[in-house]
């Protein structure tokens, strides 16, 4: 395990190394040389010339692969992506959820990304048409990899891009239109062109609550929802033989639609799909469909499929300003919100004792598959300039003014103080006994984090930190549920494995994306809540958790991008980070020798 050419770039020194494969912890020190690892040793490595890290007492680990993001359009204009790495990230894959940025025109992507996934609509049509001198797949690629990368980006190709790109935004949100054959035969060129280009798959949605932005086509769903059973079966197919991933958002209301993913993996005399269903969750809504998403993998895959559920590891806590939040658009009353981009007429609208009305019976409503548990009980109030207010939930405040009912009680704080009434509830993944199931089934990828996107609401860009928390605190009571070779090996060499991308391992040969975590700093500072202006959107404040202790260092491609949960003066500025092509070995870029020690 040990190279003895020298000098090496790094040497990491004396942590309880872990290379992602599910193999036992170890001490080792690890030396790394032109962007690879060199060699892992029992014995002290010559760090002669070389950058140090002292890792006694720590966890050296490959960085973490993120599976669900949306940095798509930052990316472009922030390809650092500062906020993933400093919490253990290197690897991220963007295109989920059937929106890239691949092949639609600046005003489409504005439309598509802007409402869907809370980011400033006018910043996304601006960071593509800065950005986009490309015209195919492989110039994706190509023009990413000009850009200072800061992690290593694997990618999907949208569903929802490219039929808008082949249909317009216009036909391809309507239900009677169905794609003439050749928008059919282009949009399969593209898909296989993607593919060709080294990306790991397509992504789809059929959820129907989430809605596009901009006054064309404003409030109808996403271009895949439209698409019918032959146009989805057509793309699936090229996955299937190429060996490749369908991730798909399946609608809740249409329990139908998730059997039918499952089915579809199934091989049956053909290649068997890949399919990354969003999303296994514990929802307060319904607790028991947890247990039947289980049921539905362990099903299908002993009979020949590879089905997957994507699940985020940690509470799913979602915060809001007024009523900026997407969980309204699952029901008619705060989708008519939503649909209104202009203050005045909304609030107009909230006032409205019709509309009122409307939404109270929404509220009341809970029978049937539905996300939001709909209890302004459960929803505390974290920031209003009423004092008075905040650290009660919506439903204390109505019983305080005389019994009003919790949908006025909110209503009324939203009209009065706008997005200045910030406020969070916890929709999901809050009983730990069930979060400590679904870490160990092999059916749930672990995930979802969002990242890139809901910057006000809800994107868990510290989860993988999070959730090694959960497993050691487990160990510390003499309770565990898994292994932390096991936890490191879930959350890096098992998904680069089934994405087939080059990370998530650390053995002699392998890429030097590394993460050096301090196992005592694994702790309740994981939750604390802070905000960060992204300066690729004009300084929005982002909703964060910031831990920096925790991390010691984070390097990607050999490089120190991170140190003591700080980035260094690399990110954003060189390139450290590379796209990673499915099914390829994929060298870094070229490492700088660095002189700095590390204590």
Not at 107 to 136: K, N, Q, T, Y
Not at 476 to 482: D, N, T
Request: with cysteine; hydrophobic share 40%; glycine share 10%.
């Amino acid at each position: 395990m040990v190279d003895t050419e020298a000098p090496f770039d790094t040497v990491i020194r004396g942590g309880t190394y872990f290379d992602g494969t599910g193999a036992p912890g170890v001490v080792r020190d690890v030396g790394l040389r032109d962007g690879r690892v060199a060699a892992v040793s029992a014995e002290p490595l010559d760090a002669a010339g070389a950058e140090v890290i002292e890792a006694a007492g720590q966890w050296v680990m490959p960085g973490m692969v993120d599976i669900h993001t949306h940095y798509d359009i930052e990316v472009l204009d922030g390809p650092g992506l500062a906020e993933s790495l400093r919490h253990g990230v290197t690897t991220i894959l963007v295109g989920s959820c059937s929106l890239s940025t691949v092949h639609v025109d600046p005003v489409d992507a504005g439309d598509l990304f802007g409402r869907v996934e809370a980011i400033p609509r006018m910043a996304a049509i601006g960071a593509v048409e800065r950005h986009r001198d490309w015209s195919s797949a492989g110039g994706y690629v190509a023009a990413l990899e000009r850009r200072p990368l800061g992690p290593n980006v694997a990618a999907m190709i949208g569903h929802s891009d490219i039929r808008t790109a082949v249909m317009g935004l216009d036909r391809a949100t309507r239900k009677e239109v169905v794609p003439t054959h050749a928008e059919q035969a282009q949009m399969e060129r593209m898909l296989r062109q993607a593919l060709d280009a080294g990306f790991v798959g397509m992504s789809s949605q059929q959820l129907q609550f989430d809605k596009l932005d901009g006054d064309r086509c404003r409030s109808r769903t996403l271009p895949s929802t439209y698409a019918r059973r032959r146009e989805m079966g057509r793309l699936a197919s090229h996955l299937r033989r190429r060996g490749r991933v369908m991730q798909a958002g399946p609608d809740v209301k249409n329990p139908f639609t998730i059997v039918e993913h499952a089915l579809r993996s199934l091989g049956l005399g053909r290649p068997r799909l890949k399919t990354s269903l969003l999303a296994a969750a514990d929802l307060k809504a319904i607790p028991a469909i947890i247990h039947l998403m289980r049921l539905l993998s362990r099903t299908v895959n002993p009979l020949g499929a590879d089905f997957k559920w994507q699940h985020l590891p940690v509470p799913f806590e979602v915060y809001a300003d007024g009523i900026d939040l997407v969980i309204f658009e699952e029901f008619g009353s705060g989708a008519a919100a939503l649909h209104l981009a202009e203050q005045v007429a909304r609030d107009e609208l909230l006032r409205d004792e019709d509309y009122r009305r409307r939404f109270r019976k929404d509220y009341e409503f809970k029978w049937g598959p539905r996300v939001w548990h709909r209890d302004f009980f459960d929803a505390e109030i974290v920031a209003c300039p009423d004092p008075d207010v905040i650290g009660k939930s919506f439903g204390q405040v109505g019983v305080e003014r005389g019994g009003v009912h919790p949908v006025d009680a909110f209503l009324d704080l939203v009209v009065e103080h706008g997005t200045a009434l910030r406020w969070r509830t916890t929709i999901s993944n809050h009983r730990p006994d069930v979060l400590k199931r679904l870490a160990a089934d092999p059916g749930v990828q672990l995930g979802f984090s969002d990242a890139g996107a809901h910057l006000r609401n809800m994107a868990f860009y510290n989860f993988g930190l999070r959730f090694l928390r959960h497993v050691r605190d487990a160990q510390l009571a003499g309770r565990p549920f898994l292994s932390t070779e096991r936890a490191v090996h879930r959350m890096t060499g098992e998904l680069a494995e089934w994405y087939d991308v080059d990370a998530g391992r650390i053995r002699p040969g392998d890429r030097a994306d590394v993460l050096v975590v301090d196992p005592t700093r694994l702790d309740a500072t994981l939750e604390d809540y802070h905000e960060a202006p992204v300066p690729a959107y004009g300084g929005l404040s982002r909703m964060v958790n910031r831990n920096d202790a925790t991390v010691t260092a984070v390097l990607v491609g050999g490089r120190t991008v991170v140190r003591h949960g700080v980035p260094t003066d690399l990110v954003g500025v060189e390139r450290t980070g590379s796209f990673l092509r499915a099914g390829v070995r994929t060298a870094p870029p070229a490492v700088v020798p660095q002189d700095r020690q590390v204590g």
